[in-house]
Each structure stands twice: as C-alpha cells, then as structure tokens.
C-alpha cells in the first residue's frame, strides 16, 4: 500500500476537524495533538490527512521531522479572526523559509461569504513558488476538495 | 388611494411649515425630522415615496443622508431633494453633482416646491410600472456584487443593458451591447477613466436594465481585458487603500513636512489643497489629473511621510460627529488585504517564474544564509521537501479530488 501524507495545521481543531471530515467523510482518530483521516484513492494507494494542534499550550510539533515527510502542507485559519492568523505566521515562516514545503494557506469562511471580491474568493493568490492563498469553507466537502486539489497541482507543477 | 408620503428633514420646523401645509393640502402626507439620523429612523418606520432635505443638518448632513440612503439598494431610486441656501452657482451646481434628483433654494417657495415633488412622485411612479424597469432587470449591492462581476454575468449572457450604479454621492452608468462594453459615464470623466474608476467601488448599489440603448462603441479594449484590468485595479486599490485612513476622511497639508522635497506629482496633488486648505482623501484622487491608482499611490507616499495631516472628526467641515457612514469602511476595510499582505510577506518567496526585486535581495540573501545555517547543523543534508509519491499516483489523487 502506497501512501502519501498531508499535515493540516492550524490554531483551531474544530475547523481541521471539519475539514478532514469533508474531504475524508469520516474521523478515523482525534485527540489533543492529532486529528486523523483517510482517503483512499484506488486498492493500492491512500492519502492520511493529519490535523495538527497549534493551539497555545498543546504539545509542540517537531517540525523538522513533519517537513521532510508530508507531501505537502495545508495551513488553515479562520479568516474572520485575524489573531489566529497572527499565530499560523512563525509557522508559514518556517515552512517557507526553511523547507522547500509545498503549502496552500486556506482562509475558512463560514457560508462562503468574505469580504474580499469574489475572484479573488474563487481563484485565490499565488504567495511563494509553492504556495497559494485560498479561501474555502471547511464544512463544503467541494470547497474543501478545492484546497486538497489546489496542493495537489502544486506538487504536479513542481514535479515537471 | 394611499396616499403619497413625504418625509422632510429639516433643522428647524418652523422654516417649513408652509411648505407643510401646501403637501397636505395637495394630499400628501407629512412627516418631519430633525436631524440626519432621525431622518433614517424615520426611512424605515414611515416609507416615505420622496425625501426633502435640508444641506446642513445636525448629527449628520444632507449629503451624507443622502449617502446613506443611496447605500440601501432597496432605496437607491427613492426621490431625493436637497435644499439650503447656496449663494454661488458654483455651490449649487456641486450640490446638484450629488446623485440628487433635484435642487431646491431655501427659503421655499410652497406652490413652486409642491409643483416639483408631484412631478418627481409622477416619474418614479412611472418608472416603477416601467416593464423593462420592472420585469426586465435586476438589482442590488456593489459590496455582494461588484461592476466586475455584473461585466462577467452579462457577457456569459451575451446580453444588451445599461448598468447604473450609485456609490456614495456618485452615479454612473456602464452601456452593454451582445456582451461587450460600448460606453461608460461617470461626471465629466472620459469613457475609459469613468469605467476603471467605477471598477474600484466596493460599496454602494447597482441597477441593471436589461433593454436596448443608443449609445455607440466609444471603448476599443475587449470586455474580457476590460474585466481583467477591472480585477487588477480593485485589488491594487484595495491594497493601497487599506494603508490610509478611510477615504472619506478629511485632509490637509501638514505645513512643516511640506517643505520637505517632492516630486512634481506630489507638489501637483498638494496643489489641489491650496484652494480650500482641506479635502477627502477621495476627492483627492477624483479630482487629480493622474490615474487614479497614482493618484492614490501619491496620496499613500505623502501620508506616510506626514505631509498630508488627517483633521480630527470635529475640524471636518461637514459636522462634528464620527459620521454612522464610514462604520462599514472601519469594520471590513483593512481586514481583506492585511492579510494577504502579511502572508506575502511572511513568505519570504516570490510567486513562481518571477524574479527577484532589488529590495528583496537582502531578505532572500538573509534567508539563504538561513538555511545554509541550518543545513550545517543536520550534517549538510538539505531539508528538501520529497514528494513520496510518484507522477502518476499524483494524477489519480487529482482524479479522485475533481
């Protein structure tokens, strides 16, 4: 079995939560530090999608091990509040600055509605060599699947 | 028949109640309010058909009331009269730029002011019956929809309309034929700036008639490279907009920093504040001969560097409250490209496939000398990113997502 691995981090659990649960449709594991789920794509191959807690006080991530392991990261906040984007920073600093990550920094906005105009909503911003800035909503399986296809053709991208 | 309702704001009721007597007489009914906001209270409980209001209302004066009501798309149509006692044609012919649908000079005349409000409650009765008005258009907010958006719909559509719409005290209007955009009018402005500069409201109301005009191509650019510039132009703007107070605000030259050296656009933009000594910061950029986006990138230089000096809300010269119009600028205003702007930044990388600007290298260098650091300290290995899954796998993954 083949298997490629995907990190969701972000500064609330609720919204990974969510998002594996979209894009996987089901929780295989969640406690403090991880939120787990699977995709299987054919018999022999599987995407994990773990959610990774960056809350203040839960257990730090190694973040050297997770950058040398996942195909790709998806850093997701809440648009709506700015401070949680204030702590995915030193995060998004590393991934981009150290490791040559393949990112999509997702904004979560509940029923689609930003204040932002709506090509900018739909199609999003390209904001390193390998990542983009995306708007989705967590609860919207398509939306959601968006972001995931988003990293995915990055990675393409890359690899030609 | 119900009768039609008026609602007048006015300072001072005694100023009015002639004019108040002659509506009722002429079966009208009356309300009146003292000031701007009981004026918007009474909008929503009372429906009035037509509103008469006086220029220098307390709390909130006639154009920003008119600004307010202009705002609601379900009122971007009501009849509105603005009346005082402008003593030089210039001012009067301002006070008429405003998208007002009629000027009155104070004191009134009850006979001729009567004989004005019949014919302006006859025309938008007509106007609401219109079948094409009607039956054969759409509506609604800039702040859900923008022009960009309406420009995409109605190409898709292939459609044949006139497009007006109404941001703050301005109205416009942007001509359709099979899809393409043929013309645009906005004050005296040429075809092409009244197109790109209705491209940057983000709030206000539009209203789309779908019917045939006689307005010819005055516009050579396709409507797709139109509606590509328009998506450029509203992001820069918003942009450079979210670096200033809003742009509502009043502004003057802050002497002392003025005698700083500068360049001959900004010493031209400045030009415009020798008249009157303070201005907002968008009729700044209306009334410069640059570009806008330029405009607006002089005015950021000049107030970053203090030479344009914010007036504190009770120096304005329109009335000494923080007006209830500028909550929406406050409230999403800076939120949507802070944080774009930050995640660029925070980046450190450039988008794929360009290079490097010259301020940029020291961060790049910094950031190379970084990961050279940390390359030494894990034995020389790079932390490379390794994609453990092959092409081909990559292909079903994205096969399975679509």
Redesign the interface.
């Known amino acids: 079995m083949?298997?490629?691995?995907i990190a969701i981090l972000g500064p609330n659990n609720e919204e990974k939560r969510l998002f594996i649960q979209s894009v996987c449709q089901k929780i295989e594991l969640a406690n403090e530090t991880i939120t787990f789920g699977c995709?299987p794509?054919?018999d022999q191959?599987v995407?994990h999608l773990y959610g990774v807690a960056l809350e203040p006080g839960a257990p730090q991530v190694a973040w050297?091990l997770l950058?040398?392991k996942?195909?790709?990261y998806i850093l997701l906040f809440p648009?709506q509040d700015?401070g949680s984007?204030e702590r995915l920073?030193p995060v998004?600093?590393q991934l981009?600055?150290?490791?040559?990550?393949?990112m999509v920094?997702a904004?979560h906005v509940a029923n689609g509605k930003?204040?932002?105009?709506?090509?900018?909503y739909e199609n999003g911003?390209?904001?390193?060599?390998?990542?983009k800035?995306m708007f989705c909503d967590v609860r919207q399986p398509d939306s959601a699947?968006k972001i995931?296809?988003a990293l995915?053709?990055t990675?393409?991208?890359?690899?030609s | 028949m119900d009768r039609k309702k008026i609602l007048i704001a006015e300072k001072d009721p005694k100023e009015v109640l002639e004019l108040r007597k002659a509506l009722v007489a002429a079966g009208y009914e009356v309300r009146i309010a003292a000031n701007g906001p009981e004026a918007l209270a009474l909008v929503e409980s009372f429906h009035p058909d037509l509103i008469l209001a006086e220029m220098r209302l307390p709390q909130m004066d006639g154009p920003h009331l008119l600004q307010e009501i202009r705002n609601l798309p379900a009122l971007q149509w009501l009849p509105f009269i603005l009346a005082g006692s402008l003593k030089t044609l210039d001012e009067r012919v301002s006070a008429m730029k405003l998208a007002v649908d009629d000027y009155l000079q104070k004191p009134f005349d009850p006979d001729e002011t009567v004989a004005r409000i019949d014919s302006l409650i006859r025309e938008a009765g007509l106007r609401a019956t219109t079948p094409d008005r009607q039956a054969r258009g759409f509506g609604g907010s800039l702040g859900e929809?923008?022009l960009?958006?309406l420009l995409q719909t109605l190409e898709v559509g292939n459609k044949t309309a006139v497009v007006r719409l109404r941001h703050a005290d301005k109205e416009g209007s942007v001509f359709i034929i099979d899809g393409q955009v043929v013309d645009a009018a906005l004050d005296n402005l040429e075809t092409r700036r009244a197109l790109l500069r209705m491209f940057t409201w983000?709030e206000g109301a539009f209203h789309v008639e779908i019917r045939m005009h006689d307005r010819s191509r005055s516009l050579t650019a396709s409507t797709r490279d139109l509606i590509s510039e328009g998506?450029t132009r509203?992001?820069r703007w918003?942009q450079l907009s979210n670096q200033l107070p809003p742009l509502q605000s009043v502004v003057n030259v802050n002497g002392e920093a003025a005698r700083a050296k500068l360049t001959d656009e900004e010493k031209g933009l400045l030009q415009l504040l020798r008249k009157n000594g303070s201005k907002r910061l968008i009729d700044l950029v209306e009334e410069s001969q640059y570009d806008d986006l330029r405009a607006l990138t002089v005015i950021k230089n000049l107030y970053e560097r203090h030479v344009l000096k914010v007036l504190p809300w009770t120096e304005n010269p329109n009335n000494g409250e923080p007006r209830a119009v500028l909550k929406p600028l406050h409230k999403?205003g800076h939120?949507?490209s802070?944080?774009?702007n930050?995640?660029?930044q925070?980046?450190?990388?450039?988008?794929?496939n360009s290079a490097p600007r010259p301020h940029d290298r020291r961060r790049v260098e910094r950031?190379q000398e970084?990961?050279r650091k940390?390359d030494r300290r894990?034995d020389g290995q790079p932390?490379?990113?390794?994609?453990?899954?092959n092409?081909s796998?990559?292909?079903?993954?994205?096969e399975?997502?679509?």
């Open positions: 083949r298997i490629g691995e995709l794509i054919n191959l995407l050297d950058a040398g996942c195909l790709g648009w700015a984007f920073k998004l600093d981009a600055s150290r490791y040559e990550a393949t920094v904004a930003a204040p932002v105009p709506p090509a900018l911003i390209t904001v390193a060599a390998e990542g800035f699947r995931l296809l995915i053709e990675l393409l991208d890359k690899m | 929809m923008s960009v958006d983000t998506m509203l992001y918003e999403n939120l949507a802070d944080l774009i930050d995640a660029f925070a980046t450190l990388k450039k988008p794929a950031r970084d990961r940390h894990r932390d490379k990113n390794r994609i453990f899954l092409k796998e990559l292909i079903l993954i994205r399975k997502l679509l």
